[in-house]
Structures are given as structure tokens and as C-alpha cells.
């Protein structure tokens, strides 16, 4: 069987790097608790909430945290995972939501 072709590494193209977050979340976004909260919360809210505003629907993609990580932050005790601390977004307005919070906006 043939081997997988390997990328030629160019030294004049700079080398991409992937999202570099201060915080990393995974230890709370890879557990069941989590898991099963927010499929859930998608079928209890299956509308952007953005999207709903500017009068389109968008389907919820995401359950995003109204708080940012920070030790005792709402939302974040996976004990105590309550609808109200999350809000439902479509891909696109939270990757815009994300990017300004990221660059201080």
C-alpha cells in the first residue's frame, strides 16, 4: 500500500499555527456531563438568538458560555450546568462573538 504523500516545507512560506488559546477549556468541554448538557440545550433552543434578531433563522450550532472561563465563572461548574448561563448561536455569530472577545472588543 502506498505511503501517504508529505508536504514539501518551503522555508520562504511562514508555518501556519493553530488557534493558540490562553485557557485551555478541554478538560470541561471533553466530558459527558458537558456533552450531554448541550445537545440537549440545542433541542431546547433551536434558534440562533442572533439570528432571530435580525430576523432570519439560523439554527443553533453552538452553546456558548455568556461568561468567560475564570475560576467560579458562571456555567462553568459542570455540577451545576444551568440554560440560563449559555446562549444559542449559529457558527457564524459566534465566531464573530469569539474573535472580538479574543482581540479585546
Same mark, same amino acid.
Given at each position: 500500500?502506498?505511503?501517504?504523500?508529505?508536504?514539501?516545507?518551503?522555508?520562504?512560506?511562514?508555518?501556519?499555527?493553530?488557534?493558540?488559546?490562553?485557557?485551555?477549556?478541554?478538560?470541561?468541554?471533553n466530558? =459527558?456531563?458537558? +456533552?450531554?448538557?448541550?445537545?440537549?440545550?440545542?433541542?431546547?433552543h433551536?434558534?440562533?438568538?442572533?439570528?432571530? %434578531?435580525? @430576523?432570519?433563522?439560523?439554527?443553533?450550532?453552538?452553546?456558548?458560555?455568556?461568561?468567560?472561563?475564570?475560576?467560579?465563572?458562571?456555567? =462553568?461548574?459542570? +455540577?451545576?450546568?444551568?440554560?440560563?448561563?449559555?446562549?444559542?448561536?449559529?457558527?457564524?455569530?459566534?465566531?464573530? %462573538?469569539? @474573535?472580538?472577545?479574543?482581540h479585546?472588543?
Open positions: 500500500m502506498p505511503d501517504k504523500p508529505q508536504p514539501k516545507k518551503r522555508s520562504w512560506v511562514p508555518e501556519k499555527v493553530q488557534h493558540q488559546r490562553s485557557v485551555d477549556n478541554s478538560w470541561f468541554y466530558t =459527558w456531563a458537558w +456533552k450531554k448538557f448541550r445537545k440537549g440545550y440545542v433541542q431546547r433551536p434558534i440562533c438568538i442572533e439570528c432571530d %434578531r435580525e @430576523g432570519i433563522v439560523g439554527p443553533t450550532e453552538v452553546c456558548d458560555h455568556k461568561e468567560q472561563f475564570a475560576p467560579g465563572a458562571a456555567g =462553568w461548574d459542570l +455540577k451545576a450546568l444551568k440554560d440560563e448561563d449559555y446562549n444559542p448561536l449559529c457558527d457564524h455569530h459566534h465566531n464573530s %462573538r469569539s @474573535g472580538k472577545q479574543a479585546g472588543k
